[in-house]
């Protein structure tokens, strides 16, 4: 299979290819989605929430996305890599945000990187592309600010807050970026800001007219509990699978009945028969 690459990814807008994302935030599960053939494997700074257990993404460091994006690339290898931005590291100096967005390249061998709105963030973004960095936008729910801003739910309901959010897409892709999430915003919306843009939009609770969509993995494959968005198919429940493996495993070590045999290596006889006649030996310890 071949390197997804930017380039190939913008060719399939006009050609209405699709395009898939899933986060994964370690090796095994950056191998698996890669081998399943998506296209786009996100380090989502949702790993906070899903992995770490924070309440919200706001409180995920750098040092926390490079050393979970680093462990991704091991097992992503055809897939376009891309470090998801946390809080604070592109929203302060523009020298702050060049040397972080750096790093998820240089440190963590990311693709490229994503950055949610904010005002003046087409600026920051960029300086970044200027960089050689690619970038890839988000707009409508941001969940790095939703608690700031009515907490987790849709954007863009009403025409003027729809409309601001078609123009904040556009800023995004008039300073260079390469995609766009459209996250949580009426199908409507999604089909209009994906209509004016040149760039595809990946939908993410925004409906079918995206050029492509996105899910948090964890919530596909039922391994996050805690709460699962409206938006969301769950395609497996491996959290319950999970539960009743680990249960089965105590009540079989309680049992006695693991390890068994199949489990166990035994000592040769000969060697075994030399051992129990010499139960007084000497046990010799490096100190």
Not at 237 to 246: D, G, L, M, S
Request: proline content about 6%.
């Amino acid at each position: 299979m071949p390197k997804v690459t930017v380039e190939e990814l913008q060719r399939r807008k006009p050609q209405g290819g699709k395009i898939t994302m899933l986060t994964a935030y370690d090796y095994p599960l950056g191998k698996l989605v890669d081998e399943a053939g998506v296209d786009i494997v996100l380090v989502g700074d949702s790993l906070g929430m899903v992995v770490l257990g924070y309440e919200t993404t706001t409180p995920v460091t750098m040092e926390e996305m490079i050393h979970h994006a680093k462990a991704a690339r091991r097992g992503v290898a055809n897939a376009l890599l891309i470090g998801d931005m946390p809080f604070l590291s592109f929203r302060g100096s523009l020298d702050e945000a060049l040397t972080n967005a750096r790093r998820f390249i240089q440190e963590a061998g990311c693709d490229g990187v994503k950055v949610e709105w904010k005002t003046g963030i087409e600026h920051t973004a960029n300086a970044i592309i200027d960089a050689g960095i690619p970038v890839m936008g988000h707009v409508g729910l941001t969940p790095q600010t939703a608690a700031s801003e009515g907490g987790f739910g849709m954007r863009g309901k009403d025409a003027a807050a729809a409309s601001r959010i078609v123009a904040q897409a556009l800023a995004l892709e008039g300073a260079g970026c390469f995609a766009m999430v459209v996250e949580c915003v009426p199908d409507l919306v999604a089909q209009e800001i994906t209509r004016r843009l040149r760039i595809p939009t990946i939908g993410i609770g925004s409906g079918p007219w995206c050029d492509g969509q996105v899910l948090v993995t964890y919530d596909l494959i039922g391994l996050f509990e805690r709460f699962t968005p409206r938006f969301v198919k769950r395609y497996a429940e491996t959290a319950a699978i999970i539960r009743r493996a680990a249960a089965s495993y105590v009540q079989d070590v309680k049992a006695g009945t693991f390890p068994g045999p199949e489990h166990t290596v035994a000592m040769p006889p000969q060697e075994a028969a030399k051992f129990k006649l010499n139960p007084q030996s000497k046990i010799h310890l490096m100190q």
